[in-house]
């Protein structure tokens, strides 16, 4: 049996950022991972970061091997390939960091702010006690060993497999509905091709409903010839095996002809809007467990440090005023939601759109330029998105029977400025909640059936 302040389960960007801002201020936290220490960062990612989260956590830009690549901006590509989308400027300056090594440096921070790190340590469930969370059963990888860690606060930061939050009785007060349609699964490999690829600065993204429904594929250039490729489908009825898609379309294109793999896997990513209520009595769930990813890319890393941050600074508080219930560290949701979380859930509005839209829609939608590329740019910097509709596109999209899409985008547009704004007035106390979810899910009703 062992006592901290604080038990963090998972070692990931979110869990080793909630681990170091606590240990910090002093209190002695555990922080547990169910891989071996040399292999904590190494996940299946696209590897790519925006240099604004660094900015806004204070963290050092990625050097030397950790980064493998700078990046300006992103290239969408048309279906049909014919329209090639540039978004670029400050906002989308970023890189392609080697997961491993970035996931080594959060966690050393976290160790080296005091924090005790237990390496092949899986959490099995939490450990429950007059209706809070009080630590977590916990087994020894090597030895399977049982162990009961207790803390006066649990952080499940264990990534899509939100072990803990899974399991926590409705009591607790966390409130998580997530459906498979609202999760993507993806195949990713890193390759050795044989030339570099044409503009090295830019990630590359594919949309095509054909290939990769309800998702994408992605070309994200590392160092030298290495390159990121992935498919990404959402989990809908019957949807396609992503590394087969991947093989079948993409790695057979003569890009990647004589290329090499130099590792391959499959995850999952929650491209959706935050959970309804991340904290309960004695427990805050931060990152993938939380659904803390941008709905549109899938970019998780920066979200999640940044939950991971709050909820550090939230624990901090509830630890000093001596009350860790759910009422006392609300405050971890509002400040996400007011923050990443608005964005989230104006962008998940859109993502019900997009998954919708035929590749014939998408290709007039890119060719007409329905939204610029400085507004696409403002979008995904967290600003409401502007249409481009003008006089002689809506001739145009009158002419091919396409002015259905117009207003549909247009109530996309509306609808999610209201999410946003929803977001962005989430409850101050667990009071508003009930009345506030019931909102919420009137919003996500009306954007599925736009
Ligand atoms: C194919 C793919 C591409 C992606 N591309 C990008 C991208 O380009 N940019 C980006 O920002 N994001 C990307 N993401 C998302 C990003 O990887 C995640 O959002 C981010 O890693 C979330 O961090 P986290 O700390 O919540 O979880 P993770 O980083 O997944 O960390 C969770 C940790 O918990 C540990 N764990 C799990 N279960 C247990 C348990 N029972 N006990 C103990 N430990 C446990 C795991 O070993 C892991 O170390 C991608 C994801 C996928 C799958």
């Known amino acids: 049996m062992k006592k901290f302040d604080v038990v963090v389960v998972g070692a990931g960007t979110g869990g080793c950022l909630a681990a170091k801002t606590v240990a910090e201020a002093g209190f002695d936290v555990c922080l547990m991972d169910r891989k071996r220490e040399q292999d904590i960062g190494d996940k299946i990612c696209g590897d790519a970061i925006g240099k604004h989260h660094f900015d806004t956590l204070g963290l050092e830009y990625p050097t030397g091997k950790e980064l493998e690549r700078k990046i300006v901006g992103v290239k969408i590509y048309s279906p049909d390939m014919e329209t090639a989308i540039d978004v670029k400027g400050e906002g989308l300056h970023g890189y392609l960091v080697n997961r491993r090594l970035f996931g080594q440096r959060l966690l050393k921070k976290a160790i080296k702010a005091g924090a005790t790190f237990l390496e092949s340590t899986q959490a099995v469930e939490p450990v429950i006690k007059d209706h809070f969370v009080n630590g977590v059963l916990a087994r020894n990888m090597e030895t399977g060993n049982k162990v009961s860690v207790f803390g006066q606060v649990t952080v499940d930061a264990s990534g899509f497999s939100a072990v803990l939050q899974k399991k926590l009785?409705?009591?607790?007060?966390v409130d998580a509905n997530v459906s498979r349609e609202?999760?993507?699964?993806?195949?990713?490999?890193?390759?050795e091709v044989k030339e570099q690829i044409a503009e090295?600065?830019?990630?590359?993204?594919y949309l095509n409903q054909k290939l990769a429904p309800g998702g994408y594929?992605?070309?994200?250039?590392?160092?030298g010839t290495k390159v990121n490729v992935g498919l990404g489908v959402a989990m809908s009825k019957g949807f396609p095996n992503p590394k087969n898609r991947l093989y079948d379309n993409v790695l057979s294109i003569p890009f990647f002809k004589g290329s090499s793999t130099i590792s391959g896997g499959g995850g999952h990513v929650p491209t959706r809007r935050p959970i309804d209520c991340m904290v309960g009595n004695g427990i805050l769930i931060v990152g993938d467990a939380a659904c803390q990813v941008n709905p549109i890319h899938g970019g998780g890393m920066g979200p999640s440090m940044m939950a991971g941050t709050i909820a550090g600074e939230v624990i901090i508080k509830a630890l000093e005023t001596g009350n860790v219930d759910r009422e006392n560290m609300w405050s971890y949701n509002v400040r996400y939601m007011q923050s990443y979380g608005a964005k989230q859930a104006g962008l998940d509005v859109f993502r019900l759109l997009l998954q919708r839209l035929s590749d014939e829609d998408l290709n007039y939608g890119m060719r007409y330029r329905l939204i610029t590329e400085d507004d696409l740019l403002n979008t995904s910097m967290g600003e409401d998105t502007r249409l481009n509709i003008t006089e002689k596109t809506r001739r145009i999209f009158r002419g091919v029977g396409?002015?259905?899409l117009?207003?549909?985008?247009?109530a996309t547009v509306h609808l999610m400025k209201k999410m946003k704004t929803l977001y962005q007035n989430y409850p101050v106390s667990p009071e508003g909640f009930e009345e506030w979810k019931k909102k919420m899910q009137d919003l996500i009703e009306e954007a599925e059936n736009l």
């Open 182 to 191: 609202d999760v993507a699964i993806c195949y990713r490999e890193i390759r």
């Open 169 to 173: 009785p409705p009591e607790i007060g």
């Open 402 to 404: 396409k002015l259905s």
């Open 406 to 410: 117009l207003k549909q985008l247009r």
């Open 217 to 223: 594929f992605w070309i994200f250039p590392e160092s």
């Open 200 to 205: 090295p600065d830019f990630c590359e993204i």
